[in-house]
């Protein structure tokens, strides 16, 4: 089975790089028209992360489609990170520490990076259980990293499988591994 991971567009969260985890923000002017601007492969079933942003980009890329909504598939709750960015976040001990440890340790008051890793992971082998056809999941950057991370046969880090808005990958689904074929 072939799968699509697309990462959402742009939102003005991630214009002002944020981190925007369970903020269900919508995507801004420029995230649509990059969307619009961008050719995606043709699908007819389509999995999307519950937030705004995922479902607009579901609607801007497959709008005859109706989504299957996966809420487990969405962002990472960046507890008192969440909202913030570097600048706003750059004195706070608690930050330095998470980045010192290279983004392994939990979030203060929000997930933990494992648990969120376990849930995407679940959540998508329990989604391709159902599904015999290729599928495109429009989702969120950490969503897809924490899948690849886990299932892909090229092996990287989280952060090593980062994604731009409006971008992702193309993978062959064999019921255990990810084959990364292509680019979005």
Not at 24 to 31: F, I, N, T
Not at 132 to 142: A, L, Q, R
Request: hydrophobic letters at 35%; charged letters at 25%.
């Amino acid at each position: 089975m072939k799968i699509n991971f697309i990462r959402h567009g742009m939102t003005a969260g991630n214009l002002q790089k944020r981190y925007i985890g369970i903020t269900d923000e919508p995507l801004c002017r420029c995230g649509i028209e990059q969307i619009r601007a961008k050719k995606y492969p043709p699908c007819k079933i389509v999995a999307v992360s519950s937030m705004k942003r995922c479902v607009e980009t579901a609607k801007l890329i497959y709008p005859e489609v109706t989504p299957i909504f996966r809420h487990d598939l969405c962002e990472c709750n960046f507890g008192d990170f969440e909202g913030k960015n570097y600048k706003e976040l750059v004195k706070n001990p608690d930050y330095q520490r998470w980045i010192d440890s290279g983004g392994i340790l939990d979030f203060p008051n929000g997930e933990s990076i494992n648990g969120f890793k376990r849930r995407c992971v679940a959540d998508f082998l329990e989604l391709a259980k159902k599904v015999d056809k290729d599928i495109s999941i429009i989702v969120h950057g950490g969503t897809i990293s924490a899948i690849l991370e886990n299932l892909a046969v090229e092996k990287k880090n989280f952060y090593e499988w980062s994604v731009a808005n409006g971008e992702g990958y193309i993978a062959e689904f064999d019921g255990s591994n990810l084959m990364i074929i292509g680019e979005i």
